[in-house]
């Protein structure tokens, strides 16, 4: 079966031990392309048809660097119905992959995770840190939204812990992403990799049935409803980003400059 995995699309897929461990290696900083976003779902839709795989890891080739989020080139002058195709890509497909899976997955964060960085991260089952990673939703920075955030973030964090670090955009270091429960646990930079390595074991020596109903059983329980609201959070991130503030957010980052907002 072709899952569209392809040497070049700055994602790899490997596995031992009955682990999948989904790479991300696109330098510098892993910026997203829509070959990425289709590479790490068709890496999940294949982990979830092996039956040798037991859990899964994603985490990044690239040291202190995570994920960066999208690819702002792609924002730039595009028609809302190019932006909608890449958001439907990284909001609902990668969903729909982490819901398919059938198996836990780990995000293992050693590096910066913003924006559609944290959108990867936080689709996993669990999320493990190493004390350097760093975390933020910089998108209102930038003119646009983090909209898929509006909706699984104040279940976490809770609502006005979440207003503020989606609307200030500022950066968030390890610890507090923990104090916040937005992650599981906080190793050493050196560790990260065997912590992963561990909790992964671990869940792969369960009984897989049991694993597959039981998280299935899980996502029901808390995740219900949360398809439709992604696809609204998608209408809701196209609407802003074709936007002439949006477009003039996003020439400023690239240009490296300050935004000139109109009133």
Not at 26 to 39: E, G, H, I, Q, S
Not at 65 to 91: H, M, N, P, T, V
Not at 254 to 261: A, L, M, V
Request: hydrophobic share 50%; aromatic share 6%.
């Amino acid at each position: 079966m072709d899952f569209g995995l392809r040497p070049d699309c700055g994602v790899s897929y490997a596995v031992f031990d009955r682990i999948a461990r989904i790479t991300l290696n696109c330098p510098p900083v892993n910026a997203l392309t829509l070959d990425m976003v289709r590479a790490v779902a068709a890496a999940l839709r294949r982990a979830a048809a092996d039956e040798a795989v037991r859990a899964v890891i994603l985490t990044s080739a690239l040291p202190r660097r995570f994920c960066a989020g999208l690819d702002l080139d792609l924002l730039l002058g595009q028609s809302s119905k190019a932006i909608r195709e890449l958001l439907q890509a990284l909001y609902l497909d990668l969903h729909d992959a982490q819901r398919g899976l059938g198996k836990p997955s780990i995000a293992a964060v050693g590096g910066a995770a913003r924006g559609g960085g944290m959108t990867l991260a936080i689709s996993c089952d669990v999320i493990l840190a190493g004390r350097g990673a760093s975390f933020g939703y910089p998108e209102i920075d930038i003119g646009v939204l983090p909209a898929i955030h509006f909706v699984h973030l104040p279940r976490i964090v809770g609502r006005h812990r979440a207003f503020e670090l989606l609307f200030s955009g500022r950066s968030f270091g390890a610890q507090e992403a923990f104090d916040l429960g937005l992650v599981s646990k906080v190793v050493a930079d050196a560790e990260l990799d065997d912590a992963a390595c561990a909790l992964a074991r671990n869940f792969a020596g369960k009984a897989p049935a049991v694993m597959r109903r039981g998280r299935a059983a899980f996502m029901r329980q808390n995740d219900g409803g949360e398809r439709r609201r992604i696809a609204d959070a998608i209408e809701d991130f196209c609407r802003v980003a074709a936007s002439e503030a949006a477009q003039e957010g996003i020439r400023a980052f690239i240009e490296k400059r300050k935004p000139n907002w109109q009133s």
